[in-house]
């Protein structure tokens, strides 16, 4: 089955400084990636996904790239604010399986003011 | 947005008892959802897709006999944590997708923190 990897499991950076997570997958027939942000005790949110027909998304302060030969993707936080400490998941959706959705073990990202 | 209601939020029961716990889509109608389990400080695991008016397929390692899954409606799952121990005591957490496609994104429930004592 699909196997998620994720890296670094605890980033601490300054703020304005940019910040990057890198996660692996194993599935080739994986095609969509998610990227969710789950604060404490709450519920994960989407941030921001990146479909296999495309190479790099942004959305203002956030940006993912997808390099689906070398089956690794990335996510990109430029500007960063103390509101963006949180935990960060990466995801890969398979169409096989029932369209299960698989997690990265998690990067838990901290920004000092 | 899509929304996803999960209930209860939290729970805590003793050891033997069994829990109920109530997954449902707001304003979409859901033939699939997603039952995970995240241990403190850890990741979303996927314990098991509910599929309305079907049984519901397990991960690896999850027994269907502890937790029973009911697809009843369209709009509804539920997850029934049987002979519950201390072990299970975890943040259980439901999601659907308000399209069904691998590449719509999951909106979550709120999560059901379930403490066995």
């Known amino acids: 089955g699909e196997n998620v990897e994720q890296h670094p499991s605890t980033l601490s950076v300054q703020e304005g400084d940019s910040a990057v997570i890198k996660c692996t997958y194993s599935?080739?027939?994986?095609?969509?990636f998610p990227w969710y942000k789950q604060e404490l005790g709450k519920r994960p949110q989407l941030i921001i996904d990146i479909r296999s027909n495309v190479g790099e998304k942004k959305d203002q302060r956030i940006a993912v790239t997808l390099n689906k030969t070398a089956k690794h993707f990335s996510l990109h936080i430029t500007e960063t604010q103390p509101e963006d400490s949180a935990v960060y998941f990466c995801a890969a959706s398979i169409l096989t399986g029932g369209f299960k959705t698989i997690f990265g073990a998690g990067t838990r990202l901290f920004v000092k003011a | 947005g899509a929304v996803v209601s999960q209930h209860p939020s939290w729970v805590i029961c003793k050891s033997g008892t069994s829990v109920k716990i109530e997954c449902r889509s707001l304003?979409?109608?859901?033939?699939?959802m997603f039952w995970y389990r995240q241990f403190p400080k850890q990741s979303l695991m996927l314990m098991a897709t509910?599929?309305?008016?079907?049984?519901?397929?397990?991960e690896q390692g999850v027994e269907k006999d502890k937790f029973l899954i009911n697809h009843a409606s369209l709009t509804l799952s539920t997850l029934t944590v049987t002979s519950a121990h201390p072990e299970d005591s975890s943040f259980y957490i439901c999601?659907?997708?308000?399209?069904?496609?691998?590449?719509?994104?999951?909106?979550f429930g709120n999560g059901t923190r379930l403490t066995v004592t």
């Open positions: 509910s599929n309305e008016g079907s049984k519901a397929t397990y």
């Open positions: 999601s659907a997708r308000r399209e069904e496609r691998y590449n719509s994104p999951l909106h």
């Open positions: 304003d979409f109608q859901a033939t699939t």
């Open positions: 599935d080739s027939a994986s095609n969509y």
